[in-house]
């Protein structure tokens, strides 16, 4: 699977607020909080689930995979989702360890399930 997922019963808002302190315990931070269902909408569309999706980084980890290959900056940061799907609150997030597949480096490989490890045992706290 490409992706962990779990479903969480709590409303998205409580939902990101856990993720985020979950996070900030592990050092990692949000750069970026998109309400991306409030943007479809304010564009017209009609969309009725919610989504936001977290972009997320911890600045030491970010710099060692950069040091070793700059690809994977086109994966950086890392993205966490929390969104709603037939009236369940579900938050996520794409592994890094599939993403980085495609970048034929063990050492990247290795810290990559590091990484992964840590962000899935923050979600596993919330």
């Given at each position: ?13 409580d939902a990101v607020s856990a993720v985020e302190a979950s996070l900030k315990e592990e050092s990692f931070g949000v750069l ?95």
């Amino acid at each position: 699977m490409f992706h962990y997922t779990k479903d969480v019963s709590m409303n998205v808002k409580d939902a990101v607020s856990a993720v985020e302190a979950s996070l900030k315990e592990e050092s990692f931070g949000v750069l970026w909080n998109l309400d991306l269902a409030a943007k479809l909408q304010d564009k017209g569309l009609d969309f009725n689930e919610e989504v936001v999706v977290l972009e997320v980084c911890n600045p030491h980890e970010a710099k060692k995979v950069l040091e070793e290959s700059m690809l994977v900056s086109y994966f950086l940061p890392c993205k966490v989702t929390v969104y709603t799907e037939k009236g369940t609150t579900k938050i996520g997030m794409a592994k890094p360890s599939k993403l980085i597949e495609m970048v034929d480096n063990d050492e990247l490989k290795r810290l990559a399930l590091e990484i992964e490890n840590r962000l899935i045992g923050c979600l596993e706290n919330v």
